[in-house]
């Protein structure tokens, strides 16, 4: 008798005439691909999607930035002339500068009696601070009046990425309008340096801040106010880092293999007892059954 490379199926067929179809099957035969074409799409959508996976770790991701982190700053004090307002810089590596003026303007307000200020300067990766004041101007006035709105305060590169809702901007519209015109504010940052890494491994290097303030009058020692707006910041050890990710193709095809066979096999388990239960009412209608 020659070999019959048939006997290897594994899937052996039932012949047509052993077969009868049903109302019932024909329904859940429907709703399973139906089912299956839902769960399909929904796969298909999340395969197609970038997920941003997000992680911590210590280290300092940008260490080519020669130890320096850029900063934007746009105030406006509507009450301060242009010509008092400068900005100092100072950190505890002996850095001590006032009034830079690299990278800066200053735009008239309110026909020249405010000020706004927009900065774009670095400061070193070390605890510091960088504050607003008169200290720069060649005469001090009488009665400073600090009064501000912070439109912008962000440190590294601009980050314009759905789905990270993080606090790149923190102090963004700061309103100190109706605050005491003498006080000094202290706006106390803490940076947490953050990695974005795109689809293409390419990396950008930005920081998010928390932020806490407080307000307070404070005397030179000649006993005049000489009021400031002050802000001290210290780094996080910890970095944060967002990674674009998209779902392997493995996953992907074991997800589909996973969805047709588990509902076909569910469905037809269904099938079964629904058919099983059908033809054993009908013996027990017969009187077949006791």
């Known amino acids: ?152 305060l962000s440190f590294g590169d601009k980050l314009q990425v759905q789905n990270i809702h993080g606090a790149f901007n923190a102090l963004e519209g700061a309103d100190k309008l109706s605050s005491n015109p003498l006080a000094s504010h202290d706006y106390i940052l803490k940076i947490v340096p953050t990695v974005y890494e795109d689809m293409s491994g390419k990396q950008r290097y930005s920081y998010q801040y928390t932020v806490a303030n407080k307000e307070y009058v404070a005397y030179s020692h000649t006993g005049r106010i000489i009021p400031a707006i002050w802000f001290r910041y210290d780094l996080s050890p910890i970095t944060v880092k967002y990674t674009e990710r998209r779902q392997p193709l493995y996953r992907f095809i074991t997800s589909i293999c996973a969805i047709i066979g588990g509902t076909f096999t569910v469905a037809g388990i269904l099938d079964s007892c629904i058919f099983t239960a059908s033809e054993a009412w009908k013996k027990i209608q017969l009187g077949k059954m006791q």
Do not use: W
């Open 1 to 152: 008798m020659p070999f019959d490379f048939r006997r290897f199926d594994i899937y052996r067929k039932v012949p047509k005439d052993l077969t009868q179809p049903t109302y019932t099957g024909a329904i859940i035969s429907v709703c399973c691909c139906l089912f299956i074409l839902f769960l399909f799409l929904s796969e298909l959508t999340g395969f197609i999607a970038t997920e941003i996976v997000n992680e911590l770790y210590v280290d300092d991701p940008d260490k080519d930035s020669g130890g320096k982190i850029e900063v934007n700053l746009n105030i406006s004090l509507p009450s301060l002339h242009c010509e008092l307002v400068g900005l100092d810089i100072q950190d505890e590596m002996g850095r001590h500068e006032v009034g830079h003026i690299d990278n800066s303007m200053k735009i008239p307000l309110n026909n020249g009696d405010g000020c706004r200020f927009e900065g774009h300067f670095s400061i070193n990766k070390v605890p510091g601070n960088f504050h607003v004041s008169t200290h720069s101007a060649t005469a001090q006035p009488q009665n400073p009046d600090m009064t501000h709105i912070i439109h912008k």
